[in-house]
Structure formats: C-alpha cells, structure tokens
C-alpha cells in the first residue's frame, strides 16, 4: 500500500486505505511530539465513526504493545518525518 512519506502528507484518501486494514484501532505516530492533523480531516474521522488517535512515537509504540497483548486489532503507522 502506498502510504505517505511524512505527517505533513497525511490525508483522507490515505484514511480510506488505512482502514481497509482489518484493525478496530488505528494509531498514528506522528513524530518526536505529539501533532494533529487539519480539522477537515479530523472531521472526516468523526464522521465515519473511525477509531483513530494521534501520538507521539513513543506514545504510539506503548499503546500498540498494549493493545496487541490484550488481543484488541490494532495497527500502527509511524512517522519519523
């Protein structure tokens, strides 16, 4: 799945391939901190009922590791830039 390089590319359309994932909860390791995508695009999660959160990276990699071991269907995308 093509998925962008940096944060700053995050989208709608990269959401609807997000979710074609079989996951319940998406996180989003935005980066060394915590960061937040456009409210257009927030909108968009809010309305289609989606679980996704932002976090920093750190933040993302703890919340992925627990969610995993209490086999809850998570994914992750991390980016570094």
Do not use: W
Not at 5 to 18: G, K, M, T, V
Not at 38 to 53: E, G, M, P, V
Not at 58 to 72: C, D, H, K, Q, W
């Amino acid at each position: 799945m093509d998925l962008p390089a940096s944060f700053n590319e995050f989208n709608e359309q990269y959401i609807a391939r997000l979710v074609k994932h079989d996951a319940d909860i998406f996180l989003i390791g935005t980066g060394a901190s915590c960061r937040f995508p456009d409210k257009s695009i927030l909108q968009f999660i809010a309305d289609n009922t989606l679980s996704i959160d932002f976090m920093n990276i750190g933040a993302a990699s703890r919340t992925f590791n627990i969610l995993a071991r209490e086999y809850r269907k998570v994914a992750a995308l991390i980016f570094f830039k």
